[in-house]
């Protein structure tokens, strides 16, 4: 009888999009295009100019998540390879196409028809745009997203796999650097659409042979050897269900968080730590149920909407909620296409102040204000769930700057007795995330007062008092180590989040409120 293999709980499985680990933006081709040009050329001409600027850089921890390349410097051909191929790729013309697009709309649109300009529109976007005016006379133009994921501009083939075996916390920071094979790693060519993923990561539960094995992921023989020390003739833990009367959450790290009841079950911004020994106790793949009902997502931060994850439970997840954008604009892309073109068919948009039930578990959609530095983008929800009795309020990086706004949900959904709120309130400039977007450049200081920022005390605890709540959580603070690879985030006692945040937990339990910074692991059973 030939031997069956178990697929092991500390595979780390890293997507890529032409060598760059995945995050959303990477996928829709207009702000991928964009990403390529304006943040990889640079960083990959910053390290062929001086590999060495960029050593020392990755080693200097007030430099974490900077636009440096964690590569030596026999990387360097690698590199010149790939900076290349990205200058002379499809991407690029589209990227171009962008800017030249925007240029013309400044020089032309002065608030008379849009229709001639539909000639001066650059060739590769024609037929993928739409021009408008908002109403106070300002141009811009509209994407057909749906059409243009049809195009060629947008190619699985530049997708691929990673796999290989961890065994503590640490992982490089993966935003700035791209991925070359390496020793001890199997690269699939596998788009993120293609069942092969939902098959190996089944393989966690559902053995097979090793022939069956490589010839379904299609592993070429020089990889026989790496890949085996990613099976095992054992099999993993076994989740047990909760089936208590009681409501139950746990909390897995960052925002991600499994409330169960009467058999159903909901997971929030799902970003997980590998199973594997450590010293910081935590629940991690082998806690999660067979079947997850839903997954919500809060909005499109790569810590939030994480690839990495969510593509091995995809198979296991009955409905994923993500909020609607707006329609068509370069900074918010449709989340449900995104993942609609990573293979999962499953996808529900809400809007605010929307309703929906798994189970015993009632979701209602609230506004989720500001960490976007101002721009105009949708894909932004908290998530207020009801459940035997019990109310709780996922607000992830949701920023109150607009308390009349809770005031106005209060009187309709009355108070809440859990709040999980998300404390960073510095937050990165703007550009950090959308600067490649952006093709006028942007003045310094407008940059900097428009950050990347959650709730401070004063906005966290306007929120504890207008919904009288009972138990606070700050949480989505990225303190796990085990999310340090997509994390920019270090913090002392003495950093602003920490300080304020500590700020609310102390004026929360003056008052008798239960309040905790989550950190690692736990879990609350709501009778
Ligand atoms: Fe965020």
Redo the contacts with the bound molecule.
């Keep these: 009888m030939p031997e069956n293999f178990y697929l092991r709980p500390n595979v780390v499985m890293e997507p890529l999009v032409h060598h760059w680990y995945a995050w959303s933006h990477l996928i829709p081709p207009a702000t991928a295009a964009r990403n390529e040009t304006e943040r990889h050329l640079r960083i990959m001409d910053s390290f062929i100019r001086s590999p060495e600027a960029h050593a020392a850089a990755v080693k200097d921890p007030k430099l974490l998540g900077g636009p440096f390349m964690d590569l030596s410097e026999d990387h360097v051909d690698l590199v010149k390879q790939l900076a290349d191929e990205t200058r002379n790729s499809p991407l690029a013309n589209l990227s171009q196409a962008i800017c030249q697009l925007d240029a013309m709309l400044r020089a032309n649109a002065k608030g008379y028809s849009l229709e001639p300009l539909y000639a001066m529109v650059p060739e590769p976007l024609r037929g993928y745009v739409e021009l408008v005016y908002d109403l106070h006379n300002h141009a811009s133009f509209r994407l057909l997203e749906p059409l243009i994921y049809k195009s060629d501009f947008y190619n699985p083939k530049l997708q691929s796999l990673m796999l290989s075996v961890i065994t503590g916390d640490d992982r490089p920071f993966v935003l700035s650097t791209p991925r070359f094979k390496e020793k001890n790693c199997v690269h699939l060519s596998t788009p993120f659409a293609s069942e092969q993923i939902d098959f190996l990561f089944q393989l966690k539960d559902r053995p097979a042979t090793f022939p069956a094995i490589k010839d379904r992921l299609g592993l070429s023989d020089e990889d026989d050897e790496v890949f085996s020390t990613f099976l095992s003739t054992r099999p993993g833990r076994k989740y047990q269900l909760y089936d208590g009367n009681a409501a139950r959450w746990r909390y897995f790290g960052h925002a991600c968080i499994l409330v169960e009841a009467g058999g159903a079950s909901i997971l929030t911004d799902p970003v997980l730590s590998y199973t594997y020994e450590n010293n910081i106790s935590r629940y991690t793949y082998e806690d999660l149920p067979d079947v997850i009902d839903c997954v919500v997502i809060t909005?499109n931060?790569q810590?939030?909407l994480l690839f990495e994850t969510l593509l091995q439970l995809r198979s296991r997840i009955r409905t994923i909620v993500v909020p609607r954008n707006a329609s068509g604009s370069l900074q918010d892309p449709s989340m449900k296409l995104i993942l609609r073109q990573c293979g999962f068919n499953n996808v529900v948009e809400m809007e605010e102040m929307e309703e929906a039930q798994f189970g015993p578990l009632h979701i209602t959609t609230l506004p989720f204000l500001g960490?976007h530095g101002d721009l105009d983008i949708r894909t932004k929800l908290a998530y207020f769930v009801r459940v035997n009795g019990h109310s709780l309020l996922f607000a992830?990086?949701s920023c109150n700057i607009s308390p009349e706004m809770y005031r106005h949900v209060h009187a309709e959904l009355g108070d809440v007795d859990v709040v999980f709120l998300?404390m960073?309130c510095s937050g990165a400039p703007m550009s950090w995330l959308y600067g490649p977007l952006l093709t006028e450049r942007m003045e310094r200081a407008q940059d900097q007062s428009r950050r990347?920022a959650?709730s401070n005390f004063e906005r966290g605890n306007a929120i504890v008092e207008q919904f009288h709540s009972k138990e606070v959580y700050v949480y989505a603070m990225g303190q796990e180590p085990w999310l340090n690879y997509v994390m920019s985030v270090k913090y002392t006692p003495e950093s602003h989040p920490i300080v304020q945040s500590n700020q609310l937990l102390e004026a929360c339990r003056a008052k008798g409120i239960v309040a905790e910074r989550l950190f690692g692991e736990k879990e609350i059973l709501l009778p």
């Design positions: 909005h931060h810590d939030h960490e992830a990086d998300g960073e990347l959650g």
